[in-house]
T-cell receptor, first 110, second 114 residues
């Protein structure tokens, strides 16, 4: 079953703008991870945030986690054409199994 | 350090046939997971192996099976193929021992069932 639900399903913005994607989940988690997938390729790990963390940064990426609302957001600042991809959140539940969302398709227009 | 290698990258089969996909994890990684990705169902967890033992299993029929060898390489097998098995099959390895850490994915094996 899918636990993570990304929002929006698709997002199209101009190069240079910021992109924000959200992920909601249902049960308690150990950690939440974000991955990027370029069309038809394997997924690439972006960032992992643990349940006791509230915010994490990695380059142009900022991830927040609100365990009371069971939600997370991924912010990509100063977007580039190369950021065009699908973005997935995955939650590590108490069974140490990753549960994946359906993804947000991000398109960066030049 | 070499990444996760999946073979074959593309394959075409007909209904009723069986297929075996192979995955070589990153050196030192003992956990290997398999996922099925389709446009309609997203990323679905098949199973995870750790030190040759299946540690977790997704909700797939018994036609889907896997195994892991002593060198951590893994194979998955799908028997009696159905049209709905057409998908991108992704393998991921992890250095995880207790909780879930970062997954390293291969490029996938794209299976088309005719």
């Amino acid at each position: 079953s899918q636990q993570g639900e990304e929002d929006p399903q698709a997002l199209s913005i101009q190069e240079g703008e910021n992109a924000t994607m959200n992920c909601s989940y249902k049960t308690s988690i150990n950690n939440l991870q974000w991955y990027r997938q370029n069309s038809g390729r394997g997924l690439v790990h972006l960032i992992l945030i643990r349940s006791n963390e509230r915010e994490k940064h990695s380059g142009r990426l900022r991830v927040t986690l609100d365990t009371s609302k069971k939600s997370s957001s991924l912010l990509i600042t100063a977007s580039r054409a190369a950021d065009t991809a699908s973005y997935f959140c995955a939650t590590d539940d108490s069974n140490y199994q990753l549960i994946w969302g359906a993804g947000t398709k991000l398109i960066i227009k030049p | 350090k070499a990444g996760v290698t999946q073979t074959p990258r593309y394959l075409i089969k007909t209904r009723g046939q069986q297929v075996t996909l192979s995955c070589s994890p990153i050196s030192g990684h003992r956990s290997v997971s398999w996922y099925q990705q389709t446009p309609g169902q997203g990323l679905q967890f098949l199973f995870e192996y750790f030190s040759e033992t299946q540690r977790n299993k997704g909700n797939f029929p018994g036609r889907f099976s896997g195994r892991q060898f002593s060198n951590s390489r893994s194979e998955m097998n799908v028997s009696t193929l159905e049209l709905g098995d057409s998908a991108l099959y992704l393998c991921a390895s992890s250095a995880r021992t207790v909780d879930t850490g970062e997954l390293f994915f291969g490029e996938g094996s794209r299976l088309t069932v005719l």
